[in-house]
């Protein structure tokens, strides 16, 4: 069982940045691909980055490559997002997931394991 705690949402101006955490419970935390995705209103969640087992597998939604990093510390069992260059667009609720698996996947009923979301609100 592995438990996700995302942190790090905020209001921030267009332009701006931020930069997500999110913590897992549990030991084998390094044997997870982890994947962020995004709902907003109205909408189905998205795929935004994820992250393989290693840190060099790294995969991006074409609307956030360049600007947002994706990036994990095994050692805190955190998985971070750095968001630079915010737009309007990017608002909504951002969730962590863990996939049992070496590699992520932008398809989200692929995770096993979800947190419960943190608000990002950018504003034009």
């Known amino acids: 069982q592995v438990q996700l705690v995302e942190s790090g949402g905020g209001l921030v101006q267009a332009g701006g940045s931020l930069r997500l955490s999110c913590v897992a419970s549990?030991?084998?935390?390094?044997?997870?691909?982890m994947g962020w995705f995004r709902q907003a209103p109205g909408k189905e969640r998205e795929f935004v980055a994820g992250?393989?087992?290693?840190?060099?597998?790294?995969y991006y939604a074409d609307s956030v490559q360049g600007r947002f990093t994706i990036s994990r510390d095994n050692a805190k069992n955190t998985v971070y997002l750095q968001m630079n260059s915010l737009k309007p667009e990017d608002t909504g609720v951002y969730y962590c997931?863990?996939?049992?698996?070496?590699?992520?996947?932008?398809?989200?009923?692929?995770?096993?394991?979800w947190g419960q979301g943190t608000q990002v609100t950018v504003s034009s």
């Open positions: 997931g863990a996939r049992n698996s070496v590699v992520p996947t932008t398809t989200w009923t692929l995770y096993n394991y």
């Open positions: 992250i393989g087992v290693s840190r060099f597998i790294t």
């Open positions: 549990g030991r084998t935390f390094s044997s997870y691909a």
